[in-house]
């Protein structure tokens, strides 16, 4: 029988060095969000620049719940942190951000539209809900193939009422496939509120429904997103099949840079900013003895200068050849 949790507790860090670890993550995405948010301001970044702030504990605690030599990540927009985990360098990720030559979307998006299957990471599909079935679809591959990949892959609360997220939930449940749906709440689509969107109690209710495993989470507390999401790959691994996860956040900013988010009421931005996933984290490791202030403070500003030299490096470098533009552009003749 699917089950169905709710949860709001974390549990005691497994170790400091994950702690640690997942402190780094959370730092460096933290950092990256800050700078491309000062690049954008400068007229310098390229695209829409969607800030991670309050996402930062959702994709770092997933991605750390993985293998990153067997399993895949499959992000959308607010994940930066599970690309940090997966290996990527801070200097591609700024060429790419930046649009300069040597990006992986050759100059033409300034996002995150690219894979790089070296590092497993494929996405994300910018067509909300298409990348649920190509995730799907490659963990089928992988059964065929008698490997034991597991796929992460996330959707926000709007994204969430595409019909291809459905199609994909309910093929993943049928064929028990080894997948992980982090649907990210973070309460708007855009301008769109949470009871604009769906009429369920919890969108993890859903997974009931398609036979699979469910939950909704804090998703400000990196501890219970990676207890969580071990417990689900664990499952996954032993051939038990999806799990659906809701974790529950905010959106600290506008939908991107470009949207002043006038239309979110300031008093829930001030409720949710007690929450902040990485200052709560911080304040963790330092009460639990893991980190000192001063090692913290001393973390916080390496990131900070390594992301400073990183861009300094990527706006060094040229443009991309104009004629990139149109590389794996098909047009009838
Ligand atoms: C099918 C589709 N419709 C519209 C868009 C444009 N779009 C990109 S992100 C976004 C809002 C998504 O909201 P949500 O899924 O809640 O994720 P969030 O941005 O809040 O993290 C929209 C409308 C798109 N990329 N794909
Ligand atoms: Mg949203």
Known sequence: MPKKSTSTRASAPKNAELARQMLTYMIMAREF???MLRLYRQGKAFGGVYSQLGNEAVSVGSAMALDNKIDVLFPMHRNIGGHFVFGQDIDQLMVNH???EGSQMRGTDGTGHYADPQRRIYGNVSHLGAMIPVAAGFVMAGLMRGEKTVAMTYIGDGGAQVGEVHEALN????RKLPLIVIIENNQYAYSTPNHLEFACERLSDRAQGYGMFGTTIDGTDVELVYQTCREAVQRARNGEGPSLIETVTMRMRGHAEHDDFAYVP???LERWSTKDPVET???RVIQQG???ESEVTSLRESTLSTMIAAIDRALERPWPAAEEGFRNVFIES
């Open 33 to 35: 969000d800050a700078a």
């Open 98 to 100: 930046l649009a300069r």
């Open 171 to 174: 093929f993943a449940a049928v």
């Open 266 to 268: 300031k008093d829930i």
């Open 281 to 283: 984290y911080i304040s």
């Open 290 to 292: 893991i980190m000192t």
